[in-house]
């Protein structure tokens, strides 16, 4: 079946301009994750949603990112006012978590690498 | 400290070498471990999960220690297609994973 998908692939702005980034999980995985990835850094968690449980926002580094989650499904990531720092690669995970809880494979989209000029 | 420290290398080894990677992490209360791979410019996968009994999957090997808090990959036979950044994953109560910076293998012929 469909893996995990995002769009765009790339994403050239400007610096004070929106982004708007999307994941689409793969059909029936009820939690996503939204993590960045920063050149020859490893993953730093941003937020998560699982079912219609509140999400996750610990890791939202500014109250210029926001995420939401529509139908349990696909997910927007939204920066504001975007800064040069934000360049990274916007990784989306999928899981399907067992009624125990455990913590289940992630499987991981292609990224969206945006790029902040 | 991060939560989860990885020797960034690069570790270069020829084909057929073993060659092991260690990884610590800080949260005792940590519940499971993984080892994730990502090639140059793609998305991490799923290598294979660590058990605190060890396990073993062809060519790859995973240990936990929980007492020192460290887990290892051991691989053998190394072929150039190991070649990638091999990523120490730990859950540490949260839903989400916890990374680490990676560990760069590169295999020359």
């Known amino acids: 079946g469909a893996g995990v998908s995002q769009s765009p692939s790339n994403k050239v702005t400007e610096k004070g301009k929106d982004v708007e980034l999307r994941c689409d999980p793969i059909s029936g995985h009820t939690a996503l994750y939204w993590y960045r990835q920063s050149l020859g850094q490893g993953l730093e968690f941003l937020i998560y949603f699982q079912g219609n449980s509140a999400p996750d926002k610990s890791g939202l580094p500014s109250d210029r990112f926001s995420a939401e989650r529509t139908g349990g499904s696909v997910s927007t990531l939204t920066i504001q006012r975007t800064q040069q720092e934000d360049s990274a690669v916007y990784l989306c995970?999928?899981?399907?978590?067992?009624?125990?809880?455990?913590?289940?494979?992630?499987?991981f989209g292609p990224g969206t690498r945006l790029t902040v000029l | 400290r991060k939560e989860v420290e990885q020797d960034p290398g690069p570790f270069n080894v020829p084909e057929g070498a073993t060659v092991a990677f260690n990884c610590t992490y800080s949260?005792?209360?940590?519940?499971?471990f993984f080892w994730y791979r990502q090639d140059c410019r793609k998305e991490p996968k799923l290598l294979m999960s660590v058990y605190s009994s060890g396990n073993e999957d062809g060519r790859f090997t995973a240990q936990l220690n929980r007492a020192s808090q460290y887990i290892s990959l051991l691989i053998r036979d190394s072929k150039l297609s190991d070649s990638a950044t091999y990523l120490c994953?730990?859950?540490?109560?949260?839903?989400?994973?916890?990374f680490g910076s990676g560990t760069r293998l590169q295999v020359q012929p």
């Open positions: 995970a999928s899981s399907l978590l067992t009624s125990g809880g455990s913590t289940d494979t992630q499987y």
């Open positions: 994953v730990v859950n540490t109560g949260r839903r989400a994973l916890t």
């Open positions: 949260n005792s209360a940590s519940q499971s």
